[in-house]
């Protein structure tokens, strides 16, 4: 494996989702008791972990493969890959954006890569990515 990286929701996102959580469950405890209070805390908790571990997007190119989350692509359909500061993401996120485009980022992470295809089976013209090593990501796609 040429590259890795998983991108995992930043610790203040957690925090801030969590006390919307408990907010909830004080509501709940104050209109229901306590019973139905900790039932709501210990759902609302492992869903907190479930959100946290499903968001995480994972990075990696191989010699033959890049893949993105449950995306994948042979390299030999890459084109190009060109690294994104955070202007020129924020412009390929809205913008100047295209429909047709694989989209893999997370709001959080404010650079990426902007991977070009050349694969006559599949209409998408670019994969965006978010990463926040984007300079080793494209160093791993363009080395063969």
């Known amino acids: ?14 925090a801030l989702i969590y006390f919307f959580f408990l907010s909830f469950v004080i509501s709940v405890w104050a209109a229901l008791g306590n019973a139905p209070a900790i039932a709501v805390f210990v759902a609302l908790t492992l869903s907190m972990v479930f959100i946290a571990l499903r968001s995480s997007l994972v990075i990696s190119v191989s010699e ?18 060109i690294e994104l500061d955070s202007a ?11 429909p047709a485009a694989y989209l893999a980022f997370r709001f959080w992470a ?14 998408t013209p ?15 796609l363009k080395t063969n």
């Open 64 to 81: 033959k493969e890049l893949r993105v989350g449950r995306a994948h692509i042979e390299r030999k359909f890459i084109v190009d890959a």
């Open 1 to 14: 494996m040429h590259f890795r990286e998983v991108i995992r929701m930043p610790l203040w996102l957690i």
């Open 110 to 123: 404010s650079t990426g890569v902007k991977v070009v295809l050349n694969d006559k089976r599949d209409e």
């Open 126 to 140: 670019y994969w965006l990515i978010t990463s926040n090593k984007a300079n080793q990501l494209v160093n791993a």
């Open 88 to 98: 020129a993401m924020q412009l390929l996120r809205g913008r100047d954006a295209n």
